[in-house]
């Protein structure tokens, strides 16, 4: 079994770029490709913006060819030059907490149901 699975984060090297995208090797049997369209939910207009040959870097296995060995990757929804993982923020709740939805709510009924008699 493979150490290389879908949705798995792992670290690799980026060793060519091109203005398609990045390549990436993993090991001496493994390597990657990281299509320009999975680097940025934003327009790309130069992949050297995002990385150098040579990083390390950690990316998402999107999928997994086993016969060549080959992986389709991304790094658009994580932090890849860190540990790969997005960090979520708790929220906090305010002192006001749920106060302020609970005084607007009724105008707000009130509001709809007039649009709708119209």
Sequence with gaps: MTKYEKGNIVKGT??????????ISFDQFYSGLIHISELS????????DFVNIGDQIYVEILEVDEESNHLKLSIKNIIYKKDGYVRRKMIEETASGFTTLAKKLPGWINDSLKKQKN
């Design 41 to 48: 939910h934003s327009f790309v207009k130069d992949v050297h």
């Design 14 to 23: 980026v060793t060519g770029i091109e203005s398609y995208g990045v390549f």
